[in-house]
């Protein structure tokens, strides 16, 4: 089956033609040919034809919930992918937090199986504790031989220092990677939101940012022992980010992501007990929200991370403190990016989705030119976005932009010898 996208702007630091608005003809899963006006000399059996295109590597998200086994009523791996694919992504790496635990190498194959066909990759994390339970180091070795991307205990943060330790000496052997959210819960343990004026204001016990911040600071002590790789994800105090600027600056293997919600909604939003907007990490103030603006505009921060944590609706049609945190945010990341930070360029956005992702966690990094196979993303940064419930692709509707106009949209993605487009991209 050929597939012809026409005039579309290329967005690939790795590609001869980076920066210019080419023909893309694909053959079979491959791009057979890169020019201007292929048209005329190509019967395609189907042609992506619109103002605004531009076309990337694949987009990679590294922090996301599938449910996927023990919990599908808040999500599956079909849902979960669909709303991926939606959302421009063709690689997801998906929390262990399901029951069973994905802490050994049958739970990793069970999700490789499972996901096989599905339009998006789908990459296990493996848990770096049995059982999520932060006592004993899990089975990493053999997940890893079996396909897990990285370890994780998700949003069970290790909590002690000396088995973390262990672990990270553990993964160097294999050059892993441990991801962690940066959350010490014995610090604000009963908090509902953000510790400041807001949460005053509205009654709501706080957590501070000194959570995060003590756990930030001891991981990074811990990989300057091990010299071991640490990615932090759902960075939120400015803090952190200047620990984490020093861990750089002294070449220590530190890497972090952002949440587009963190950069877009701040404390002050959840005046109206928006259940949607409880989260982990809890939303900070707009101090904190101007410092991460920066600090990804900077290039301190690697990565974009979902955080997709989708919840049925029992769990947030609830009073505020009864309400578990998360929501499901996969097909609306690069619209609310874009419209939090319309100054990035096509290119910082495409290092933040793609290229970054896939180098911290070695990842094929696939390439626009001739003779590579298409792992594309297609999207249109002057185009706008507007969810709705109805055509939301997650199983879980707990979505805060719903119904927001937002800049940016996606059209669709071409991945595993398939053209998936949004119905706004058809």
């Known amino acids: 089956m ?36 292929l048209a005329s000399g190509v019967q395609a ?44 992504y063709t690689d997801v790496f998906v929390l262990p937090n399901t029951k ?11 999700i490789r199986r499972a996901a096989a066909a599905l339009p998006v990759r789908i990459w296990p994390l493996g848990s770096v504790t049995r059982g999520l339970e932060g006592k004993d180091l899990a089975e990493m070795y053999d ?44 610090v604000g343990a009963s908090g509902l939101m953000n510790e400041g004026i807001i949460s005053t204001r509205l009654g709501l016990p706080g ?55 963190h950069l877009f909604f701040t404390d002050a939003d959840l005046t109206n007990y928006d259940t949607n907007l409880k989260v982990y990490p809890p939303l900070r103030d707009a101090a904190a929200g101007q410092t991460l603006k920066k600090a990804v505009q900077e290039g301190l921060v690697d990565a974009i991370a979902s ?19 998360g929501m499901s945010s996969l097909e609306t990341v690069y619209p609310a990016l874009r419209t939090a930070l319309p100054e990035l360029s096509p290119e910082q956005t495409v290092d933040l989705l793609s290229y970054r992702p896939r180098q911290l966690f070695g990842l094929e990094q696939p390439g626009i030119s001739e003779g590579q196979t298409a792992t594309l993303t297609i999207f249109d940064p002057a185009g706008t976005t507007q969810l709705e419930t109805g055509t939301t692709r997650s199983r879980s509707k707990n979505n805060p932009f719903i119904g927001r106009s937002l800049k940016g949209r996606v ?10 487009l949004n119905q706004s991209g058809l």
């Open 2 to 37: 050929k597939i012809l996208i026409e005039n579309a702007r290329i967005v690939d630091r790795n590609s001869p033609h980076h920066g210019a608005i080419r023909d893309i003809l694909i053959e079979d899963g491959r791009i057979i040919s890169i020019g201007e006006k």
């Open 100 to 110: 069973p635990v994905v802490d050994s190498k049958s739970q990793v194959e069970y």
């Open 411 to 420: 059209i669709g993605i071409f991945n595993n010898n398939a053209l998936h």
């Open 207 to 261: 957590k501070p940012m000194m959570a995060e911040e003590l756990m930030v600071a001891r991981d990074i002590e811990l990989v300057r022992y091990t010299g071991s790789k640490l990615h932090i994800t759902g960075v939120s105090s400015p803090r952190s980010l200047e620990y984490i600027r020093a861990a750089k600056a002294a070449g220590l293997q530190v890497s972090c992501s952002v949440t587009p919600h």
């Open 143 to 186: 997940m890893r031989n079996s396909g897990a991307i990285a370890f994780s205990d998700g949003t069970n943060p290790v909590q002690s220092a000396g088995l973390l330790l262990k672990g990270l000496q553990y993964v160097k052997a294999f050059d892993g990677v441990i991801v962690q959210v940066p959350d010490d819960k014995t």
């Open 307 to 325: 955080h997709h944590l989708p919840q049925e609706f029992d769990s947030k049609i609830v009073e505020f403190e009864y309400a578990k945190p």
């Open 45 to 88: 059996d189907k042609v992506l034809r619109q103002p605004g295109l531009h076309v990337s590597p694949g987009w990679v998200d590294v922090f996301a919930h599938f449910g996927d086994p023990g919990y599908e009523y808040k999500e599956t791996l079909e849902s979960g992918a669909a709303a991926a694919a939606a959302g421009g």
